[in-house]
C-alpha cells in the first residue's frame, strides 16, 4: 500500500507534519479530543516531544476487511538507548478516494 509505504519514510525521517496529511479526518479528531492537535505542526511538535524513533520497518500481513485493510507490521523502536522490535497493527481506510491511516494499535 502507498500510504504505508509513505508512512514509514516519514516516519524513519521524523517528518510528522507530513504523516499528518496521511491520518484520516476520524484520527485527526481523536488527536484533537485526546491531545489537542489540530494541524500538522502542532502533530509535529507532540511527535517531536517523544523520545521513540522508529526504524526498519516490515510488514508482516495485510488483510482486506470490508472495503479496508488491517496491516500488521514490525519495527524497530529506539527510546532512550533501548532498541525493542515493537508489531504495530494499522488500519487503512478510503477517504474522499485516498487511502488514510484511520488508526493504529502496538
Do not use: C, P
Not at 52 to 71: C, P
Amino acid at each position: 500500500m502507498k500510504v504505508f509505504q509513505s508512512y514509514i519514510q516519514l516516519e524513519v525521517k521524523q517528518d510528522y507534519a507530513a504523516i499528518y496529511g496521511l491520518l484520516s479526518s476520524r484520527f485527526k479528531r481523536e488527536l484533537e479530543k485526546s491531545i489537542q492537535v489540530t494541524s500538522a505542526n502542532g502533530y509535529s511538535r507532540a511527535r517531536l516531544s517523544s523520545e521513540t524513533q522508529w526504524s526498519e520497518f516490515r510488514i508482516i500481513s495485510l488483510v482486506r476487511i470490508r472495503g479496508s485493510f488491517k496491516l500488521t507490521a514490525e519495527a524497530k523502536a529506539e527510546e532512550s538507548g533501548t532498541i525493542d522490535n515493537v508489531k504495530s497493527t494499522y488500519y487503512l481506510i478510503r477517504e474522499h478516494g485516498t487511502w488514510k491511516i484511520d488508526r493504529w494499535d502496538y
